[in-house]
């Protein structure tokens, strides 16, 4: 364990639930049960290069959650998000920037094994709006390859020049990542010597 890192145990009707990470009295992140499981970093990497889209959830009116649906970019350290000006999403943020964002790469239903063989990312970190031109456009620019590849740079600085005006570029800076798939899954890759 790092220095002054320490873990305490949960208790529920007696029971142990789950190892806590503490850090100078603060709660870090739960360490994943099923460590069997769990993605390497690079493989959590290689999802959300995959991915075309996830789950962003923030802390939303009155408390309640506000998870909404988005096309993403990932370029290793930051995930970069388009949206409007203003809206639910932008006042969430400006409330509390803690966020967490969800990537499903795969979900196969297995009826005949009452189950599903999936895998998914989850990151933790902050969001924040983006303010300065420059940083926006290198943002919205890494998206716009992410989505149309194949199109010449000249025909995706038009779109981006199109759609400017109302656009907002937001950041979220990982502090946590964590992926998991279906131990069939895990079971696979090893026996394929992955």
Not at 28 to 51: D, H, I, T, W
Not at 135 to 146: G, P
């Amino acid at each position: 364990m790092g220095q002054g890192v320490f873990f305490s145990v949960e208790m529920s009707f007696g029971r142990p639930l789950q190892k806590k990470k503490f850090s100078g009295g603060k709660i870090m992140f739960r360490e994943m049960r099923r460590k069997k499981q769990a993605l390497s970093p690079e493989a959590c990497a290689e999802v959300l290069n995959r991915g075309t889209s996830g789950v962003l959830a923030l802390q939303g009116d009155e408390g309640y959650p506000y998870a909404v649906p988005l096309s993403y970019v990932y370029d290793g350290d930051r995930l970069y998000f388009h949206c409007a000006k203003s809206g639910h999403k932008l006042d969430a943020i400006r409330r509390d920037p803690k966020a967490s964002f969800c990537v499903i790469d795969q979900d196969q239903i297995v009826p005949e094994e009452y189950t599903t063989y999936f895998r998914s990312v989850i990151v933790f970190g902050t969001v924040r709006i983006m303010e300065e031109e420059s940083e926006k456009r290198a943002a919205i620019e890494k998206l716009a390859l992410k989505y149309a590849p194949k199109d010449s740079g000249e025909n995706r600085r038009k779109a981006i020049e199109r759609e400017w005006a109302p656009l907002c570029m937001l950041e979220m800076t990982v502090s946590h990542l964590s992926g998991k798939e279906a131990v069939e899954l895990v079971r696979e890759r090893r026996g394929a010597g992955k």
